[in-house]
């Protein structure tokens, strides 16, 4: 790609096919323009669902969580290896640039919550914020779904889990602070790489490195526990970083890490390659050949524990890499369990003063 034509502050740099889709307008020659539009330049749009059901129940066995909730679908965060890219073509779109510029809201997301939650069988288990895409992204700043969501959450004392790789939970710190004080909530958050001209390439609005262990300082101090994930590890890219990210993290209060190493599933394979032959094509061989070594020749993996983890040499140096640093820096790490016992499905409410 020409880099005049390159687009700032979004990862995928074009519109893959999507393959639900029969007929669809493409740009073939890039050349034959003489000016970029909004077609190829998108601005980000916001489109409303009011779905009938907002809690999923999880049932992969090797995503550590039992249920999930996910206010937003499709992510402006742009990170070009997002797993989730390839929901967006079930909605008609495709999973480059619309994925991270057209998304989509769920508004009555605390409303479903709330009635999931009272429903008479109901029973208290963590419900875990994103697992698809970023309870805490950008547009999140404007429209606080999340934050209602949280509210929700401590009205009922009920557990919940958070996984982000931005650094606005701290706008809602006050609620944070009020289910931490019950074990009721932790926080894990996505450090890809420390190095911020990787990451401003590779997940291009998120928050960078430095806030997030700002962050992790100040969730510390307020006895939020937090965790993180050096996630996903790429094999030429940021792989040797891993050491130093969790030293990073402890230091600041961190007191667990987890990993997963880049799987390039569907869409997503043809939009990491073209992002890595963009930015790095004297590196582009060696990172695709790391990709595939790990998932036996292919650049996906769809088989449980393995796709995360990965097999064979390279996943096995990450892995000691991982449990080695651990080990040094974090004790091991500490296993948080949530409480299940206080739930109240009369909320605020009490029977006696």
């Not at 790609?1 to 639900?20: E, L, T, Y």
């Not at 079930?90 to 919550?113: C, P, Q, R, T």
């Not at 983890?309 to 390279?314: K, L, M, Q």
Request: hydrophobic share 35%; aromatic share 8%.
């Amino acid at each position: 790609m020409d880099s005049n034509h390159f687009i700032k502050g979004r990862g995928a740099q074009h519109k893959p096919h999507n393959r639900f889709l029969a007929q669809e307008f493409s740009l073939e020659e890039e050349s034959a323009i003489d000016e970029f539009t909004h077609l190829e330049r998108p601005a980000t749009q916001i489109f409303y669902e009011t779905p009938k059901k907002i809690v999923n129940k999880v049932s992969s066995p090797d995503v550590g969580m039992e249920y999930s909730l996910n206010p937003y679908q499709g992510c402006e965060h742009g990170c070009v290896y997002c797993y989730a890219r390839t929901t967006h073509e079930y909605w008609g779109y495709n999973a480059g640039l619309d994925f991270e510029s057209k998304i989509i809201v769920k508004k009555n997301a605390a409303a479903l919550l709330e009635k999931e939650i009272l429903h008479s069988t109901w029973k208290a288990r963590p419900i875990v914020l994103s697992g698809n895409t970023d309870c805490y992204q950008p547009i999140e700043q404007q429209l606080r779904i999340t934050r209602s969501l949280l509210a929700v959450f401590a009205k009922y004392r009920h557990p919940v889990g958070i996984i982000t790789k931005n650094t606005a939970f701290l706008n809602d710190l006050d609620l944070l602070k009020d289910l931490a004080n019950d074990n009721l909530v932790r926080v894990i958050l996505s450090i890809t790489s420390l190095d911020e001209a990787l990451r401003s390439k590779l997940e291009p609005r998120t928050a960078s490195a430095r806030k997030k262990l700002e962050a992790i300082e100040i969730l510390t101090r307020n006895k939020v526990p937090v965790s993180i994930m050096t996630a996903p590890i790429i094999p030429g890219l940021n792989h040797h970083e891993i050491p130093a990210i969790i030293e990073a993290a402890a230091k600041r209060g961190a007191i667990n890490a987890g990993y997963t190493v880049v799987r390039l599933n569907g869409t997503i394979k043809d939009v990491f390659q073209k992002w890595l032959q963009t930015h790095f094509p004297d590196r582009y061989k060696k990172v695709w050949s790391g990709v595939a070594s790990l998932h036996g020749g292919k650049v996906n993996d769809s088989e449980w524990s393995r796709r995360m983890r990965g097999d064979g040499p390279e996943a096995d140096i990450i892995r000691q890499l991982f449990d080695a640093a651990r080990k040094k820096y974090m004790n091991g790490g500490k296993q948080i369990k949530l409480n299940t016992e206080i739930f109240r499905k009369g909320g605020n409410y009490k029977l006696f003063a």
